[in-house]
């Protein structure tokens, strides 16, 4: 699937730039790895949301983007107070290479879970209707 391709290319760069971060010595590399990470951000969430429409069947559109919505928030609402405990206990690095970590983490997961994925073929619950 070529926007699954597109997704994996995208959270590769997001774990590249992050990487890049951490390895940082300055303020101006560590801002411009970040600036780029974050411009993965955007592209990433799209392909989310193209495969939802792509291989979920229409009855189930719905539950799947809801599905889809709680998954980043959830990531978000955890991702946060764990980053900020790194970056007092260890410095900001260690939350550098946390989200590192976590990239290459979903980078294999999209790797390893592809063979999953499936166009859904059309049945008559899921063909349009009419008004």
């Known amino acids: 699937m070529k926007i699954f391709n597109a997704g994996r290319v ?9 990487l890049v971060a951490a390895c940082s010595g300055s303020l101006a590399a560590t801002t411009v790895a970040l600036v780029i990470a974050g411009t ?14 792509t291989v979920v069947p229409a009855r189930a559109v719905t539950e799947a983007y809801t599905w889809l919505g709680v998954t980043i928030f959830a ?4 991702g ?4 900020g ?7 900001a690095y260690a939350a550098l290479w946390a989200a590192t970590a976590a990239g290459a983490a979903a ?6 879970g592809r063979h999953h994925l ?3 073929p059309a049945t008559p619950d899921d063909s349009p209707r009419a008004p």
């Open 10 to 18: 995208m959270l590769s760069g997001f774990a590249v730039y992050v």
């Open 107 to 112: 980078v294999i997961a999209a790797i390893t």
């Open 40 to 53: 993965a951000n955007a592209p990433t969430l799209i392909t989310g949301n193209a495969l939802v429409a």
């Open 85 to 91: 405990a790194l970056i007092d206990h260890l410095g």
């Open 80 to 83: 946060t107070p764990l980053g």
């Open 118 to 120: 499936h166009k859904s």
């Open 75 to 78: 990531g978000i609402a955890l």
